[in-house]
């Protein structure tokens, strides 16, 4: 069982490019999340999904954009890095609502 | 708004002592709260959840307390362990179907 999986699991980009955060789950999971981490922070949500077809905006959702057209895959996209995204990026999902989430590992990106 | 936060940032405890972990939530009508462990390098793992009808809920070694009338949630964790150390987050479900994690305590263990 994979649980959730993030590629890649790090990145380097050139301000202005774009890329695509990938996140899949095999649990069949309806709730699925993603959030960044700055050095000594917590995580902060930037969009997450109750269910296929369904997105919605976190604390952080500007300058990245999200999909959901299956209940398994969940990208993030930056459509133009800058600095200020270099942060390490986490995809979680969850049954559903009020239960327990469960993390992949990361990926750090970097946006020089 | 809605806010998270965490009234110790560190917190160095001798190996075999009880550790508490406090948090602060700001959001009444939260309903669900959550508790996880991070690791360096690695996300963060679930350890405890307690829904907003109970005060007390309690796992391996650990207790989760939940005072609404304060909106104060802890974690407790008995006879720490050196592999106990790490960044520990509390998370809540806000009405509004987000997790909002607070900042975090990052728990040391004396050997």
């Known amino acids: 069982n994979a649980g959730v999986t993030q590629t890649p699991k790090f990145q380097v980009l050139k301000t202005g490019q774009s890329m695509t955060l990938q996140c899949a789950q095999d649990?069949?999971?309806?709730?699925m999340s993603w959030y960044r981490q700055d050095p000594g922070m917590g995580l902060r949500l930037i969009h997450y999904?109750?269910?296929?077809?369904?997105?919605d905006q976190g604390e952080v959702p500007n300058g990245y954009n999200v999909s959901r057209s299956t209940t398994e895959d969940f990208p993030l996209r930056l459509l133009s890095a800058a600095p200020s995204q270099t942060s390490v990026y986490f995809c979680?999902?969850?049954?559903?609502?009020?239960?327990?989430?469960?993390f992949g590992q990361g990926t750090r990106l970097t946006v020089v | 708004g809605e806010s998270v936060g965490l009234h110790l940032p560190t917190l160095s405890v001798q190996e075999g002592d009880n550790s508490i972990i406090n948090c602060a939530y700001s959001?009444?009508?939260?309903?669900?709260f959550i508790w996880y462990k991070q690791e360096s390098g690695k996300g963060p793992q679930f350890i405890i959840d307690?829904?907003?009808?109970?005060d007390k809920r309690q796992g391996q070694r650990v207790t989760v307390l939940l005072n609404k009338t304060v909106k104060h949630l802890s974690l407790q964790i008995a006879a720490t362990q050196p592999g106990d150390s790490a960044v520990y987050f509390c998370?809540?479900?806000?009405?509004?179907?987000?997790?909002?994690f607070g900042p975090g305590t990052s728990l040391s263990v004396i050997p």
């Open positions: 979680a999902s969850s049954f559903r609502l009020n239960t327990e989430a469960f």
């Open positions: 649990m069949n999971h309806e709730y």
């Open positions: 999904s109750v269910g296929a077809g369904i997105t």
């Open positions: 959001n009444s009508a939260s309903d669900y």
């Open positions: 307690i829904r907003s009808n109970m």
């Open positions: 998370a809540e479900e806000t009405s509004y179907d987000k997790v909002i």
